[in-house]
């Protein structure tokens, strides 16, 4: 069993920056892979990155790529994603999500195993 808990969300102007942070509980949160999801109001739950076990994989969504970054401490049990340049349409709910495959960079919420409660983001124009 693993419990995830995102902080670090908040109000911020567009071109700013935020760092997002998603402490787990659980021994094993090592030999999960981890990912990010959003959820615009009124939109379905989209893909934001994902990163392996190791953390020697990452993959970000075309829309987020050059501006935000996913990067995990496993000693830290905490998964983070640096958000610069953020913009009005970046807005949502951010959920971070755990996979018990180790090395899949899973881009659908399918297959993910649990998740956080998640945080707001919002970009102001």
């Known amino acids: 069993q693993v419990q995830l808990v995102e902080s670090g969300g908040g109000l911020v102007q567009a071109g700013g920056s935020l760092r997002l942070s998603c402490a787990a509980s659980?021994?094993?949160?090592?030999?999960?892979?981890m990912g990010w999801f959003r959820q615009a109001p009124g939109k379905e739950r989209e893909f934001v990155a994902a990163?392996?076990?190791?953390?020697?994989?990452?993959y970000l969504a075309d829309n987020v790529k050059g501006r935000f970054t996913i990067s995990r401490d496993n000693a830290k049990n905490t998964v983070y994603l640096q958000m610069n340049s953020l913009k009005p349409e970046d807005t949502a709910v951010y959920y971070c999500?755990?996979?018990?495959?180790?090395?899949?960079?899973?881009?659908?919420?399918?297959?993910?195993?649990?998740w956080g409660q998640g945080t707001q983001v919002t970009v102001s124009s």
């Open positions: 659980g021994r094993t949160f090592s030999y999960y892979a």
């Open positions: 990163i392996s076990w190791r953390g020697d994989s990452t």
């Open positions: 999500a755990a996979d018990r495959v180790p090395t899949t960079l899973r881009v659908t919420t399918r297959g993910y195993d649990y």
